[in-house]
């Protein structure tokens, strides 16, 4: 199973089953990486935030390594997604969640690797929180059968020279073709979340929220 580090929002356990969520870090991060996430959630939920599970030789793990022609390596994808439904399929057995309603939040490749997560267990998830990331190439990526019922908060740099602003917004209407309730918010920065993308995903994730 993959390293993981779990917490609850407020730091109590919540007595009935709680709303849950998975924070995947990008390129080169760790389960460390994702910390500064968790200070948008209110209390009640629980926050699992998993490593990558291929190191870098500079440091830092990936969800995939990239070919020798630059491209996602597909097998090493398929791996990174069967190994988070086992730690989703897991989690509820030890802690008082909602088993088939994850909120699933990445940031570059590790919003990469949730968007596709949502793709392939659409019925699994609760929400979607892409920030500056993407939607790779991956021939294993499949169009659900019926519309998603979840709704998408994707936020990206204007600028940002890792990931270009296009692959943002391809995300963004990709999701919304399949029938995703949409917010994307788009910002005057580089790779990194903005004060005002910050705002945005913190009134978005209040809708989320029980009551």
């Not at 699992?48 to 994808?77: H, V």
């Not at 509820?92 to 919003?111: D, K, M, N, T, Y």
């Not at 968007?115 to 499949?142: C, D, H, K, N, Y």
């Not at 890792?162 to 917004?169: K, L, S, T």
């Amino acid at each position: 199973m993959l390293i993981h580090r779990i917490r609850w929002s407020d730091g109590s356990p919540s007595i009935g089953p709680a709303p849950a969520a998975v924070l995947l870090h990008g390129w080169g991060g760790d389960e460390s990486s994702m910390a500064v996430f968790e200070t948008a959630f209110p209390p009640g939920w629980l926050l699992i935030r998993p490593r990558a599970p291929y190191p870098l030789p500079e440091g830092g793990y990936a969800w995939y390594p990239l070919t020798a022609d630059g491209k996602p390596d597909p097998q090493a994808i398929r791996k990174s997604l069967v190994q988070l439904i086992r730690l989703l399929n897991a989690l509820p057995q030890r802690h008082p969640i909602e088993p088939r309603r994850w909120l699933l939040v990445g940031f570059s490749q590790g919003g990469a690797l949730a968007a596709l997560l949502a793709l392939q267990a659409p019925e699994r998830i609760a929400g979607l929180a892409v920030f500056s990331g993407f939607l790779p190439e991956f021939p294993g990526a499949t169009t659900p059968a019926r519309r998603l019922g979840f709704p998408v908060f994707v936020a990206h740099g204007l600028h940002d020279p890792m990931v270009p602003i296009e692959r943002a917004r391809q995300l963004c209407r990709r999701f919304h073709l399949l029938g995703a309730e949409t917010t994307c918010i788009e910002y005057p920065g580089d790779h990194k979340a903005s004060a005002e993308a910050w705002r945005a995903f913190k009134t978005w994730l209040s809708r989320m929220t029980p009551p």
